[in-house]
């Protein structure tokens, strides 16, 4: 089980939202590289960034601090990247900068001959996205809801060969409330490809029961305010849950 520590960045800063809600954010690191090489220190194998203002803007807003990131991390650590990518061009440059993996959400929704592109010529990299509230698609930072069911969307985009998903309760996120377990197990034993849950990871609890659904295809878990705000200490969870599974 993975335990993705998430570094959410808004404005050069790593900050963590309140469901989506740019208005409610709370700064807890200045400096996103140092937070980055933090969670490596203490266990970590793989990241995930989120570029908010880009997320909001349709196209990469904190390339610099990522770049930061990418300097001090990526060459010991799986590094991946969502938030306003939209274009090839874009994927490719971030790729080049030794991220791992490109997120794709809103774009996989709306520009489905996008994401085959991305898949076609960046094979093995391209993880797709799939923020849900009540099993319908949300797009365009959690604004606006399709009438896609999640199932059937993620089906379409295995069938392209996207690497992962992501899946995320936007009810639950940044809100330590505990993780949709029975949405997102339904989801993973509907494909092949993994599924990493997001949204609402509170406790050690919460990566128990994680842990328990890993061999129906649930591979990891961003985490992302619990380990800002202490309710999850970070080191003990990824010791817990390789003890766990191996």
Known sequence: MLLIPAIDLKDGHCVRLKQGDMEQSTIFSEDPAAMARNWVDKGARRLHLVDL???????PKNEAAIKRILAE???EIDV??????????TIE???DAGLRYVIIGTAAVKNPGFLQDA???FGGHIIVGLDAKDGKVATDGWSKLTGHEVVDLAKKFQDYGVE???YTDIGRDGMLSGINMEATVKLAQALTI??????GLSNM???????AVEDEGVQGVICGRSIYSGDLDFEAAQARADELNG
């Open 194 to 199: 993994p599924v990493i849950a997001s949204g």
């Open 80 to 89: 991946q990247l969502g938030g306003g990518i939209r274009d090839l061009d």
């Open 164 to 166: 992962s998903i992501i």
């Open 53 to 59: 203002n880009g997320a909001f803007a349709g196209k």
């Open 93 to 95: 440059r971030y790729l």
């Open 73 to 75: 991390v990526g060459n």
């Open 119 to 121: 898949c076609t010529a």
């Open 205 to 211: 609890a919460d990566i128990e029961a994680l842990c």
